[in-house]
């Protein structure tokens, strides 16, 4: 399977599309490589309506706890990436850290999941978020 990260572009999202890559991860890989980038989160919503369906979509940057993942479901991605809290927790704890982390995301989901009357990942959908 092939997945292009770093997409922010609908347009680009379709071009993935054609070129027969598995999925796409929308990144600006933490903002640090352009000051200013488009965030994830805003750039989602566009990039699911474009491809859907037709590859997989996983979110990367600004995941920073279980109602940021939820969130980027909402937003339409098929799942997230979770690498800096991922590293920092495998850095200060190692294998336990990264446990106690996955158990802390887990619980502020099923807390988001509760106060938005979700029972199951599968039901979290755009109607759950406030536009702008």
Sequence with gaps: PMVIKGILDPE?????V???ADGIIVSNHGG????GA???ARALP???DAVKGQI???ADSGIRNGLDIVRMLA??????MIGRAFIYALAAEGGAGVSHLLELLEKEM????????VKNVGEITGDLLVRE
Excluded: E, N, P, Y
């Design 75 to 80: 937003l339409g991605a098929d799942c997230t």
């Design 32 to 35: 640090r490589q352009l000051d």
């Design 56 to 58: 997989k979509i996983l």
């Design 46 to 48: 566009a990039i699911a």
């Design 12 to 16: 680009d999202a379709r071009d993935v």
């Design 18 to 20: 054609r070129f027969g």
């Design 110 to 117: 099923r807390v988001a999941m509760t106060l938005t009357s």
């Design 38 to 40: 488009l965030s994830s």
